[in-house]
């Protein structure tokens, strides 16, 4: 596959291998999600829950590493299809809903589940039914037994980063020393640059499933794959993190440089006050309070001016300049692994490459591209992902 070269057209570059990876390794993920939509539940409220939860988008994204090495290591398609089946109803469609309930998020490139994000208690039920269900899947075979253990190591972990950021939101004592905030991103393995899992629990759990051993060395390559994809999309989600009061690693780094630290902090300060204004006068909708943090005019206005700080102060240079390094070593780290792992490894993160220079061409905001996923998936021959 074509690789990602600084000052290529990023947005070109995505349509072009995503549309690639698509076509090479998207069939048993599309399997899957048909047969995901056939599940039913004895109470018809839950299996409406299911079908709102189902992402084919987030699913492809998130299945998409494991289903492109097992489909090189010689997998058969319809064991990578019941894998992503069981990956999907344990994490992915759990996983998201769970983390934009905390976050109050949502994103242009993902749907809007208006009954999972309308209802907090919804999404724990649904968790939990969903767990459930991939418990009872996995366990009818050995396969599925294996992978168990491999995916939810790591994604126990994730789910208590998720709950640690929400729990510590709006925290004014966490402005108080940038040094300290930026070697915990960079050391501790409670970093939130390890809070997404999904490269490390789907490749791993797929080889335990197919009964492949692990090359040596792909655990941390994975790891810094994950430490990556975090680095990139908090430059990307910079205003959304912000707002929900998490202090995410641009804030971190401009808290540790002295010449902006002050005025910092007081921007920072500003947008959580006005924040907890909004949050406090609404209901706990998920979706409702996403659009009226992104909607007020006030939060966008003190927002640019806090971006024009990082970016005048060089933090958001500094950040794509560490995140290209990390990528060099990531890319120079799957040269030397088996060919199977790091052909269709190295194009799925050059596409992560190619969304931090998308966001540095367009001044640090993160507009969507012309095109959509289903533009890539019907480009790419697949049917039935809407």
């Known amino acids: 596959m074509r690789r990602f070269v600084p000052g290529t057209d990023p947005v070109e570059y995505d349509f072009r291998t995503t549309v690639e990876l698509l076509g090479e390794f ?135 980063s998720m709950h640690d950021n929400y729990a510590g939101r709006f925290e004014l004592d966490a402005l108080a020393d940038g040094d300290l905030l930026v070697s915990w991103y960079q050391t501790d393995r409670r970093s939130r640059h390890l809070g997404s899992g999904f490269y490390s629990s789907g490749i791993l759990g797929l080889l335990a499933y197919a009964e492949q051993r692990p090359p040596d060395g792909l655990a941390d390559v994975l790891t810094k794959m994950r430490r990556l994809r975090q680095r990139v999309d908090e430059l990307a989600d910079l205003f959304e993190d912000t707002v929900t009061g998490l202090v995410s690693y641009p804030i971190a780094r401009g808290l540790a440089e002295p010449a902006i630290e002050a005025g910092l902090r007081t921007l920072v300060g500003r947008l ?79 596409l992560k490459r190619a969304l931090l220079d998308r966001l540095s061409a367009n001044g640090w905001h993160n507009s969507p591209p012309p095109h959509t996923f289903q533009d890539m998936a019907e480009a790419a021959g697949l049917r039935g992902t809407a």
């Open 26 to 160: 998207g069939g048993p993920i599309l399997a899957a999600v048909g047969q995901l939509r056939t599940v039913e539940y004895l109470f018809p409220q839950m299996s409406l829950l299911h079908q709102d939860a189902i992402d084919p988008e987030l699913l492809f994204r998130q299945t998409l590493p494991p289903a492109a090495v097992g489909t090189q290591l010689g997998v058969e398609p319809a064991i990578l299809t019941q894998f992503v089946k069981i990956y999907a109803l344990g994490q992915t469609l759990i996983l998201n809903n769970m983390d934009r309930h905390l976050d109050l998020s949502a994103s242009y490139s993902l749907r809007d589940p208006t009954l999972l994000l309308a209802d907090v208690n919804s999404t724990m039920c649904f968790a939990v039914t969903s767990l459930l269900t991939m418990v009872q899947e996995a366990a009818r075979t050995p396969a599925g037994l294996r992978a168990l253990g491999a995916m939810a190591e790591v994604t126990a972990e994730i789910v208590q």
């Open 272 to 350: 959580w006050a006005r924040a907890q204004t909004i949050i406090g006068g609404r209901t706990s909708d998920a979706g409702l309070l996403n659009r009226a943090l992104t909607g007020d005019p006030e939060l966008m206005e003190v927002h640019e001016v806090l971006l024009e700080t990082l970016v005048s102060g060089g933090i958001m240079r500094e950040c794509y300049r560490e995140a290209d390094t990390l990528w060099n070593e990531i890319v120079f780290d799957l040269k030397s692994m088996d060919e199977r792992f790091g052909e269709p490894l190295t194009a799925i993160i050059d």
